[in-house]
């Protein structure tokens, strides 16, 4: 039998990263979805809005690192909800902006305070040292995964 390549996943990074993004994203959801009946993608969209409103919908896929698909299929169901607003632009009826509504607001200020009360709760249990080293540590794998998709992509 031939040998084949190994990857073990408790290892690899990108695996790590995702299954603990899933369970924290998951553990947050299971509350905001059973109140608000909200998918965590609506979530996410709603997030980049509320912090940064006037995106279009290619601005929010670009943040949020989420497919374009998935958040179109996000912002259609926020649109429908009365959740976020569209603006369109008067010289190309193409280009659009996206914004919270008022009751998008009124969700948004309900859960950023339950997210963050979790966040806390999870970081709380590491020192102020570790945090800061965490942060850093994330802000250097963001730059350093960027350098390597980018050489990637045009090498």
Do not use: C
């Amino acid at each position: 039998m031939p040998e084949h390549a190994q990857l073990i996943l408790e290892r690899f990074l990108p695996y790590r990263l995702s299954v603990l993004t899933n369970r924290l994203s998951n553990a947050i959801a299971r509350e905001y979805s059973q109140r608000f009946d909200l998918s965590v993608n609506e979530w996410r969209v709603m997030a980049i809005l509320g912090r940064t409103p006037d995106l279009s919908a290619n601005q929010v896929a670009q943040r949020t690192a989420m497919d374009k698909v998935a958040v179109s299929r996000a912002v259609a169901r926020l649109l429908a909800a009365g959740r976020i607003e569209r603006e369109f632009d008067e010289d190309d009826r193409r280009r659009s902006v996206l914004r919270l509504s008022e009751s998008g607001y009124a969700i948004y200020d309900q859960i950023v305070p339950l997210a963050l009360a979790f966040e806390r709760q999870v970081l709380d249990e590491l020192s102020a040292d570790e945090r800061a080293l965490l942060f850093r540590l994330l802000d250097r794998l963001d730059e350093l995964e960027l350098r390597a998709e980018s050489a990637h992509f045009t090498g």
